[in-house]
């Protein structure tokens, strides 16, 4: 596990600057909005659209942003920061950083190392990752190929409770550490620039690798080819041929369980997406429900999404042992309360009894020293990560989650901070 009780700001300063002296650049750029340009440059619009782009007049996730600017940092002088401990507890086991990489949908929209390069940029750091339901690669194969790293499991709850009850069981079985429960997405966002592209990914077979690896979905779907599912939307009817529409029966044909070949002859791919479409959310799910999904695992059971104080409150009272103060990066309401306006509120509420995780607009290391000091346990990185794998596979993730701790070590030293406890209310002006 990294050792970050050092001075890793200065240690990476030094990387890039002496690499400079020998003409060696940075990977991917250092500065956020060139690091989104490249990219940009390295992603089709399509699915560059999909990863920017937020909901509505996507005025949420401006809010995300303005509200890092309403908290400034008080720096310290002349105390002992020589060393630094960035460490924390959190689920039952030691970070070495406050960060985890917040579950991000069809990675292989940014890079073609998609989830496993996700996973491993975090192993190498000691960095969390929460695997998508709507990954492009399946659950089982991230973490075989990636046995460092620590794991935890996004699950959107199915309407097939069946199908629920088996990702969770393939999430168990694969060794993930804790289940991330997305509450905000029972229905999709209304989101202008997927729209204005007619694209969604989910209709083309992308990011549906767990639902096409699992059995009982598989099962489903040859049910619904079969004709046997009852109140399936069929397969029958067929798409009129275009130029677009044959692409599109070739993506669908090329991320299908099987050859190729096969594919291209068989209803199983586009019964597959019309599944998926028809068993994606449950918008009835009530806070009772959670007691059946605890019935099923031992894992911890962290929600995601909560805004409300009096929802925090809920979630421990439904068994919740951690809750992610988030609302889905502006994808999901616009015009919504900014996620790090809500904090306070929802730690408040919790007063210390589960951890309180906080994800929604964080593009830099004091970002992540504000959200501690307003109270977040911990700390989720999604953009970012994800142009850093576009710009540069999972080395320039890494890479960008380095320069993340790096900024973040830097900012606790001159806010006269040496350990993750030590940031409080008081760091900052409006304390």
Known sequence: MPDHS???????????????VVGRMPAVPVSYPRLVRAAKRAMTKEAFAYVAGSAGLESTASANRRAFTRHRIVPRVLR??????????????????????????????????????????????????????????????????????????????SSSREL??????RAEASGCEALMVTLDTHLLGWRPRDLDLAYLPFARGRGIAQYTSDPVFMRLVEER???????????????KVTPAALRTLLELS?????????????????AAVETFLDVFADPTLTWHDLAWLRSITRLPIVLKGVLHPDDALSAIDAGADAVVVSNHGGRQ??????????????????????????????????DIF??????????????????????????????????????????????????????????????
């Open 370 to 431: 504000v959200a501690l000091a307003l109270g977040a346990s911990a700390v989720g990185i999604g953009r970012p990560y994800v142009y850093g794998l576009a710009a540069g596979g999972d080395a320039g993730a890494r890479e960008v989650l380095t320069n993340l701790i790096a900024e973040f070590d830097i900012t606790m030293a001159l806010a006269g901070c040496t350990s993750v406890g030590g940031i409080t209310r008081e760091t900052l002006a409006d304390g």
């Open 254 to 270: 090329s991320r299908a369980p099987g050859s190729l070949a096969r594919n291209l002859r068989s209803a199983i791919p586009r």
């Open 6 to 20: 050092t001075s890793v700001g200065r240690v990476r300063q030094s990387e890039v600057y002496l690499g400079g």
């Open 164 to 169: 629920t009850a088996s990702l969770v069981h």
């Open 80 to 157: 002992d920061v020589g060393a630094r401990d960035l460490g924390i507890h959190l689920l039952g086991s030691h970070r070495p950083t406050p960060l985890y990489l917040a579950p991000i949908g069809v990675l292989d929209l940014a890079h073609a190392d998609a989830d496993t390069g996700a996973a491993r940029a975090g192993a190498g750091l000691g960095i969390p990752v929460a695997l998508s339901t709507q990954a492009s690669t399946p659950m089982e194969e991230v973490t075989a190929a990636t046995p460092a790293t620590s794991a935890w499991f996004q699950l959107y709850w």
């Open 333 to 366: 309401v616009d015009g919504a309360i900014a996620a790090l306006d809500a904090l306070p509120g929802v730690v408040a509420a919790v007063d210390g009894r589960v951890p309180v995780l906080f994800d929604s607009g964080v593009r830099c290391g004091a």
């Open 225 to 239: 080819v079969a004709g046997r599912r009852p109140g399936g939307r069929g397969t029958g009817g067929l798409l």
